[in-house]
């Protein structure tokens, strides 16, 4: 039971530590310098998509929701294991 036990806590570690990583990414990334480098790289017509504002808020949002459900994650209580306590 105690190998469970740990295995979940690992677990719920990794899967922090990715909501954080990659909610963080998302929510900054589009209005950094890298992102502008990007779109110069790109065909026109993507770069024109990709440079729209309306384009990097939809991603920076999908950050703040990675954000949102560490958030979420964090503050509930933790769930009964199945099969007992």
């Known amino acids: 039971m105690l190998f ?3 295995i979940r806590v690992i677990a719920m570690v ?9 909610g963080l990414l998302l929510l900054l990334l589009p209005w950094s310098e890298g992102w502008t480098r990007f779109v110069l790289l790109v065909p026109t017509g993507v770069a024109m998509i ?8 939809m991603v920076s949002a999908f950050g703040f929701l990675h954000l949102a459900l ?6 509930s209580p933790p769930r009964p ?3 007992g306590s």
């Open 4 to 6: 469970v036990r740990a």
């Open 14 to 22: 990794i899967y922090a530590t990715y909501l954080t990583n990659v």
């Open 70 to 75: 560490l958030i979420g994650e964090l503050l």
């Open 50 to 57: 990709l440079d729209a504002p309306v384009f990097r808020g």
């Open 81 to 83: 294991m199945p099969g």
